[in-house]
């Protein structure tokens, strides 16, 4: 085995992975709530020769903060602190989000803006679609419309929410039965949305030193590559002219 070659190839899979998770950022970076990817390299043994040391990337999402940003519509709410938002996927499963852009349904649901229903401590919130009365929801995550209370905004936290699947639109699943929500007491603040926990101009820079990095990589696997055809050539030709 070429232990360089396989090396370089091992380097040019995982900067390649670190590039799959630096696009993903960029496209979440407008999502609200949304939470980065970050990648790590680490060194692994090769499974069948030992002495060959193969760069592996791993990748782990983080929770920090995002910037809450105002935004004036009673319907967006953002969490100031850690924890998620339950909502109701169409199979019935729950799932969790930071993202806070909410609305009201024609059945006057309160629904994410993918259709969603969110979920309160009894279940969906159910709005009267015919009361023109002002939506207002309290740091505790009280939901009422006028003076009178239609439910209450689960949030719930985990103690290692990095095990969540992310599953896309900014949804996390709980797949692990060991992973169990509690109530987290973390403020509401209505007329606000948590922007993502990246920025573009990072993600970029990052994608400049991932291509610089995988362009090094290929270049010893092209040298490599060549320096084994000069070496067949020369062993398979003992007596050059």
């Known amino acids: 085995m070429n232990v360089s070659l396989t090396q370089a190839a091992a380097g040019m899979t995982a900067v390649a992975r670190w590039q799959e998770v630096i696009a993903q950022n960029l496209?979440?970076?407008?999502?609200?709530?949304?939470?980065?990817?970050?990648?790590?390299?680490?060194?692994a043994t090769h499974p069948y020769f030992p002495n060959a040391?193969?760069?592996?990337?791993?990748?782990?999402?983080?929770?920090?903060?995002?910037?809450?940003?105002?935004?004036?519509a009673p319907t967006d709410v953002a969490l100031d602190g850690p924890g998620f938002f339950e909502v109701q996927?169409?199979?019935?499963?729950?799932?969790?989000t930071r993202d806070g852009e909410f609305r009201v349904d024609p059945q006057g649901q309160l629904v994410t803006k993918e259709g969603h229903i969110v979920l309160g401590d009894g279940g969906p919130i159910q709005l009267d679609p015919n009361n023109g009365a002002p939506l207002s929801i309290s740091a505790d995550g009280t939901v009422a419309q006028g003076g009178e209370v239609r439910g209450k905004l689960r949030v719930v936290a985990f103690?290692?929410?990095?095990?969540?699947?992310?599953?896309?639109?900014?949804?996390?699943?709980?797949?692990?039965?060991?992973?169990?929500?509690?109530?987290?007491?973390?403020?509401?603040?209505q007329g606000f949305l948590e922007s993502g926990n990246t920025s573009p101009v990072t993600e970029m820079a990052h994608l400049i030193a991932a291509l610089r990095q995988f362009e090094a990589m290929q270049r010893v696997l092209q040298s490599q590559d060549e320096r084994l055809g000069r070496a067949i050539q020369e062993l398979g030709n003992p007596n050059p002219v």
């Open 53 to 72: 040391i193969l760069p592996v990337s791993h990748v782990v999402r983080n929770f920090s903060q995002g910037h809450l940003r105002p935004t004036g």
């Open 89 to 96: 996927l169409p199979d019935g499963q729950t799932a969790f």
């Open 159 to 189: 103690a290692e929410p990095h095990r969540l699947e992310w599953i896309g639109a900014g949804l996390f699943v709980a797949r692990d039965p060991a992973l169990v929500p509690t109530t987290a007491a973390t403020p509401v603040r």
């Open 27 to 43: 496209a979440g970076a407008v999502v609200p709530g949304f939470k980065r990817v970050e990648t790590a390299f680490s060194a």
